[in-house]
């Protein structure tokens, strides 16, 4: 009974939890096996497996894909490296530090679609954006950012976006670190370079795998702002696995075909749970 009675409790919170994991991957499924377009309601029946090669056939799949994998990898790099800098750069106390602090963290609580219209509109306009400014200023020829560097552009927004997250969990990080063993290596002549391989990086060993699995997970969804500013031009610059999903099912009405790409990005984002959870477990071992 003693066993019996917290399975019943918590037999309702799980039971819903499944059901709401359930039945969308379900529905998923069935409609990635039928043939399903609202523009020609005339063709249904089983599909089998046409919606998921008509979907990797798709010509602009393979750019989809590998501007998937850059984007992830890419600001990945950048959050965790810059993260990292500014993290140590705002440990040590100074004046102002808790404002400073609460500006690094604020643009992560904008909203994706503010935040692309801010670059878009405030930054990377070739007329009045901040940015067309600064060229001019120098003499130079403002750059049309969204319609000559689109992937680098979004890159860039979301990066933006993610920073101050991963700076979030580094500065968390540093506050546990043991300062005796900094004064000990100070004292025994360590350089700053010596300090940061030796103590800080190891340190953050865990941190950082953490903030990679957790961006890696929700980057592979990244759609507003490419939506918003580029809408995945030009041609295919800028097309994730993400947008050319919404392409097939809201633009070209075939729901069939979209949840095919669907469950593709499932699979996708499993292997790459699958690795970052190794690579976890690894740190937290250590």
């Known amino acids: 009974m003693k066993r019996l009675i917290p399975r019943l409790l918590l037999a309702p919170a799980i039971g819903t939890l499944f059901l709401w994991m359930i039945v969308p991957l379900g529905m998923t499924i069935y409609f990635s096996l039928i043939r399903y377009n609202l523009m020609q309601p005339d063709q249904t029946g089983f599909a089998g497996l046409e919606n998921f090669e008509f ?11 590998v501007n998937t994998l850059l984007l992830l990898g890419s600001v990945i790099l950048v959050t965790v490296v810059l993260g990292v800098a500014i993290a140590l750069l705002i440990h040590e106390p100074f004046p102002g530090r808790g404002i400073v602090r609460v500006l690094l963290i604020s643009p992560f609580f904008v909203m994706p ?15 009045y954006g901040v940015l067309a400014q600064v060229w001019i200023f120098f003499g130079a020829q403002p750059v049309d950012w969204l319609t000559d560097h689109p992937l680098f552009s979004v890159i860039v927004m979301v990066a933006w976006q993610w920073l101050p997250f991963a700076t979030l969990i580094f500065m968390t990080a ?8 900094l004064e000990a290596a100070r004292m025994d002549g360590a350089t700053y370079l010596q300090q940061l391989r030796y103590l800080y990086l190891p340190h953050l060993g865990r941190s950082i795998a953490v903030v990679v699995m957790i961006e890696m997970i929700f980057l592979l969804g990244v759609f507003a702002e490419i939506y918003t500013t580029t809408a995945g031009g030009p041609g295919d610059a800028s097309t ?20 095919a790409g669907a469950l593709f990005a499932v699979v996708l984002a499993n292997v790459a749970s699958l690795f970052l959870i190794r690579l976890v477990g690894k740190n937290l071992d250590k």
């Open 174 to 181: 540093l506050q546990s670190m043991d300062t005796e063993q």
């Open 55 to 65: 979907f990797v056939t798709d010509p602009s799949f393979g750019a989809a894909v």
């Open 113 to 127: 679609t503010v935040n692309a219209l801010l670059w878009k509109n405030m930054m990377m306009n070739p007329i």
């Open 240 to 259: 994730n696995v993400t947008f050319l999903i919404f392409k097939q099912a809201l633009l070209n009405f075939d729901a069939g075909v979209a949840s």
